[in-house]
């Protein structure tokens, strides 16, 4: 795919790790640069930088920022600073992953004067990892698509999501690129808003047609026929294939599955924790209450009212026709395929926060 599909969502450059501050867009396209590891820490939590790939990028990066406080900064001090990242946001496994590489290069380096080099050289590597995982889950999701001219998707998926070009929106680039005509569908995603600010927003910019529909929409456009499939991505996958993604993916597949509309996860093998069972045991992030009562400053709910706000939700693996990764597909995901495609030793510690 071309390199001019999305903007590269991150970089680290002289010491600094520069973002796209994803709060602003779509009005603003600016960047944030964090130069500490509570910088990082913060922009992470605030969502300046968010999905789950993003997430684990930034947090790596975050791991050198370390050096800013200290021009030789102790092992101590960048175990801390890995330690202090993992408290920023429980849900996308891809942190905790991108994390425990970093803890396993100070581990491995024995001599404290080397370790600035080799982190940074780990957080690098974690990037054009991603960078390949994108752009093979885009060719191997866009067999699924070949047939198809409409999608449907929730919250944002893309290359804002991860190093460039995305998960559930990679297949779409590399479509598009193939001069295949598809259109996206991209629900608004409240409360934050990520499908109409920022799917609608990266997809606009590439020349991919997108249509921005409310929530509350998805059922009667599926029901209409005009969708040949919904995609999307996760932020963590279970050993037995259950998938937490944003908050209103449940609901789109079982819409999906009444309406007999296949429903596709996009995710790279750095999303799986093989180490949990199944989706009932992953951590849920609890948001503030502001961003449901109080959107943009207007207040829209009474005091008195209580108010839900989880991130995510889980959807059940027999709900998902196929998981796409960089490696291949797993259709109609379980255990043992799971297994299969992901399996191995070297799986992500599982961190339930
Ligand atoms: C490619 S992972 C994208 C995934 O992350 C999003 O959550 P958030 O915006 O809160 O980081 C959402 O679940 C997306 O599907």
Same mark, same amino acid.
């Given at each position: 795919?071309?390199?001019?599909?999305?903007?590269?969502?991150?970089?680290?450059?002289?010491? #600094?790790?520069?973002? =796209?501050?994803?709060?602003?867009?779509?009005?603003?396209?600016?960047?944030?640069?964090?130069?500490?590891?509570?910088?990082?820490? !913060?922009?992470?939590?605030? @969502?300046? &930088?968010?999905?789950?790939?993003? +997430?684990?990028?930034?947090?790596?990066?975050?791991?050198?920022?370390?050096?800013?406080?200290?021009?030789?900064?102790?092992?101590?001090?960048?175990?801390?600073?890995?330690?202090?990242?993992?408290?920023?946001?429980?849900?996308?496994?891809?942190?905790?992953?991108?994390?425990?590489?970093?803890?396993?290069? =100070?581990?491995?380096?024995?001599?404290?004067?080397?370790?600035?080099?080799?982190?940074?050289?780990?957080?690098?590597? =974690?990037? !054009?990892?991603?960078?390949?995982?994108?752009?093979?889950?885009?060719?191997?999701?866009?067999?699924?698509?070949?047939?198809?001219?409409?999608?449907?998707?929730?919250?944002?998926?893309?290359?804002?999501?991860?190093?460039?070009?995305?998960?559930?929106?990679?297949?779409?680039?590399?479509?598009?690129?193939?001069?295949?005509?598809?259109?996206?569908?991209?629900?608004?995603?409240?409360?934050? @808003?990520?499908?109409?600010?920022?799917?609608?927003?990266?997809?606009?910019?590439?020349?991919?047609?997108?249509?921005?529909?409310?929530?509350?929409?998805?059922?009667?456009?599926?029901?209409?026929?005009? +969708?040949?499939?919904?995609?999307?991505?996760?932020?963590?996958?279970?050993?037995?294939?259950?998938?937490?993604?944003?908050?209103?993916?449940?609901?789109?597949?079982?819409?999906?599955?009444?309406?007999? &509309?296949?429903?596709?996860? &996009?995710?790279?093998?750095?999303?799986?924790?093989? #180490? @949990?069972?199944?989706?009932?045991? =992953?951590?849920?992030?609890?948001?503030?209450?502001?961003?449901?009562?109080?959107?943009?400053?207007?207040?829209?709910?009474?005091?008195?009212? !209580?108010?839900?706000?989880?991130?995510?939700?889980?959807?059940?693996?027999? @709900?998902?026709?196929?998981?796409?990764?960089? #490696?291949?597909?797993?259709?109609?995901?379980?255990?043992?395929?799971?297994?299969?495609?992901?399996?191995?030793?070297?799986?992500?510690?599982?961190?339930?926060?």
């Amino acid at each position: 795919m071309k390199s001019n599909h999305t903007p590269e969502t991150l970089a680290f450059q002289d010491g #600094k790790l520069s973002l =796209i501050d994803q709060t602003k867009l779509p009005g603003e396209l600016t960047t944030l640069v964090c130069e500490t590891v509570d910088q990082a820490h !913060d922009a992470i939590y605030r @969502l300046v &930088v968010r999905g789950a790939p993003a +997430i684990g990028i930034a947090a790596a990066y975050g791991v050198c920022l370390a050096r800013n406080a200290n021009s030789s900064p102790s092992r101590q001090a960048y175990l801390q600073a890995a330690d202090h990242l993992a408290t920023s946001r429980p849900t996308a496994v891809n942190l905790f992953w991108a994390l425990d590489r970093m803890k396993d290069v =100070i581990e491995a380096t024995k001599d404290d004067t080397q370790l600035p080099t080799a982190l940074l050289n780990e957080a690098i590597a =974690i990037h !054009d990892e991603d960078r390949q995982m994108c752009k093979a889950m885009g060719r191997h999701g866009a067999t699924l698509l070949n047939d198809c001219h409409a999608v449907l998707t929730h919250c944002n998926a893309g290359g804002l999501a991860t190093s460039m070009w995305g998960t559930a929106l990679a297949p779409i680039y590399h479509l598009h690129e193939q001069g295949h005509s598809i259109e996206v569908f991209a629900d608004e995603t409240r409360p934050l @808003l990520q499908g109409a600010r920022l799917t609608a927003w990266e997809l606009a910019q590439a020349g991919v047609p997108v249509t921005v529909l409310t929530d509350s929409m998805a059922g009667s456009l599926l029901r209409s026929g005009k +969708i040949g499939a919904v995609i999307v991505g996760a932020d963590r996958v279970a050993a037995n294939g259950d998938a937490a993604n944003k908050i209103g993916t449940y609901p789109l597949a079982v819409l999906a599955k009444y309406h007999d &509309v296949p429903f596709y996860v &996009v995710a790279p093998s750095s999303t799986f924790d093989l #180490k @949990l069972a199944s989706g009932d045991l =992953i951590p849920i992030e609890q948001r503030p209450r502001e961003e449901v009562s109080c959107p943009h400053g207007v207040t829209i709910v009474p005091e008195a009212a !209580d108010v839900l706000n989880p991130a995510f939700d889980v959807t059940p693996a027999e @709900l998902i026709a196929a998981i796409v990764t960089e #490696k291949g597909i797993i259709e109609n995901p379980n255990s043992a395929s799971v297994h299969a495609m992901i399996g191995g030793p070297s799986q992500p510690t599982s961190y339930v926060g």
